[in-house]
DNA sequence: CGCAGTACCGCGTATCACACAGTAGAGCGC
DNA sequence: GCGCTCTACTGTGTGATACGCGGTACTGCG
């Protein structure tokens, strides 16, 4: 099975759920999913993912130094954000739930 | 909210669970996942997946004459479809899980 | 005969995650 | 000082796939 595939349209959604937690920039975000679960996500798509998210205005960014490294470049969520996140938890909620209707109507492979 | 993307990685095994009720085409596949609570899926979409899971052997095919239209093209799961079926459904369980632990993670917009 | 409903395709498009490669700063060993 | 590794960010091209739109074709009805 490909993960992949399903990740799409929820990418968004847990990185918003990530940075409602506390602010991050990105290397931090990927290795935060990672240990969520979402073990195969690529660095690239979250990177694309916070840079859609920013010019969409859900996400603010600011730069700080680091004492191991180049220069972070954190993301917050902005209140449009905060919103997008809430919507897309319930689109989940509701989706989730239907497609799990689905299954479960299925008879089969218990 | 673009439940396009949610759906991606999921219609396959939708159609999968679907057809482990009964056989069908193309059409009534159609009616039957919109009632099932995916109402924005398109009849291209499905004739693809088709198509698509039939060359990949989880589908039999056979076409029988209807008395109120053209002739259907039935659809029918194999053995390797109902073992993609059981290995899809694995996988969602997992990924919903993984999912919902992650906003559940995330302190918002309640 | 035209029209609606049933049934099936094909083509072009958009979205999105990913692999891969490249840039760059900081600290380490030699 | 040089190369190496780790941290951190970015750009390009590719593949998968759902969708919109349009087209074909058969049936029954007025």
């Known amino acids: ?3 992949t595939q399903l990740l799409k349209g929820v990418l968004d959604a847990a990185v918003l ?3 409602s937690e506390r602010d991050g920039y990105g290397y931090d975000i990927v290795r935060r999913l990672r240990e969520a679960g979402l073990e195969g996500v690529g660095d690239a798509s979250v990177y694309g993912t916070l840079r859609r998210l920013f010019q969409s205005g859900a996400l603010t960014s600011y730069v700080l130094p680091s004492d191991e490294g180049p220069h972070r ?3 917050g969520l902005t209140p449009a954000g905060a919103q997008q996140l809430s919507e897309a938890r319930d689109s989940w909620k509701a989706f989730s739930h239907t497609v799990q209707g689905i299954f479960d109507g ?3 492979a218990a």
Request: charged letters at 25%; hydrophobic letters at 40%.
């Open 73 to 75: 470049k954190y993301y």
């Open 106 to 108: 299925a008879r089969s």
């Open 17 to 19: 759920a990530v940075l």
């Open 1 to 3: 099975m490909d993960s």
